[in-house]
């Protein structure tokens, strides 16, 4: 009798449209319930490209419903007591498209998909327009996945990440001005790989973290997981100790800093709350945030480092500054 109700189970299941695989292992899916939600939750697919215009071009940073709203409902589709869940979700918080030096921009979100990803952000080198681009399509798309507009900026300290900004941030300054400059845009600096090699910056010719300087400036967040295999745990281990010892009120992320489209989510941002992208900025504003990194095979191992080869090769005859 037992074997005959689960069968019947997984039947209903199938018939509902429900994908099995994307449920929690103890979460108990009832295919009428999921029925009515996703009946309720199609006008926000409806509305998803209009929703995006109507907040696209602000000066200031606004979620759409699609993000705040459809996309965390679209995760308990299906589950009774939503009241008591509370969604653990991940994010990959810098990472690069075909608008700077990383991948095809269709691939990145194919990929962050498929990486079970609830959110990106796009942080190209100095260039927002890949960003806007990603989060545009995201929604023209309905894909299950939101895209936090972003860059990464070349101060002369170092790099430093703008999240949840919609407007370009200057190159070339301090880290102390770009982090004013960020904030004046409504937006969130983190400061990007603060303890990477010097080898590396010695091949390029310029600063690439801002190493003791999370110490004395406003940075928002500080990327203590920046997703390189082998000798990048050093470094970042290194920021983690240096804002244990001095006890730094700021959040923490992880990151890919994928410049391949299938090594994203290597490094991840983990959150908690219902409110999709408004909960990470909540998270990342007040600490709650933590970082992990995945796992590498010996292929993807490969593949980075020939990336990583190539890109100095590139950046030392174009004299551009761009590999991380």
Known sequence: MAVKQKTRTKRRTREAGMDEVRFPPLARPDPEQYRRDMAALKPYLDDAEADHHRVEGLPIWKPTAYERRYLPAL???GLRGKSRIVLQNSADLH?????????DLDKVLEHAVKAGLDAIAVTDHDEIEGSLEARRRAHERRLPLAVIPGVEVSSRDGHIGALYVTRPIPKGRSAAE???????AGGLAVAHHPFVPRWIELAL?????CRELIETLPFDAVECTNAVPGRGTRYNLAAVERLRDQRLPVAVTGSSDAHVAELIGKGRTYYSGNDGVVSLR??????????AEGYWSSREKLRYYAHLVRAIVVNTLLRRGSVN
């Open 75 to 77: 995760r308990m589709a």
């Open 205 to 209: 010719g310029m600063k690439l973290g």
């Open 282 to 291: 909540t998270g990342l504003i007040h600490g709650f945030t933590h970082g």
């Open 178 to 184: 770009t982090i004013e400059l960020i904030h004046q």
């Open 95 to 103: 990472l690069h498209t075909e608008y700077s030096d990383g991948d």
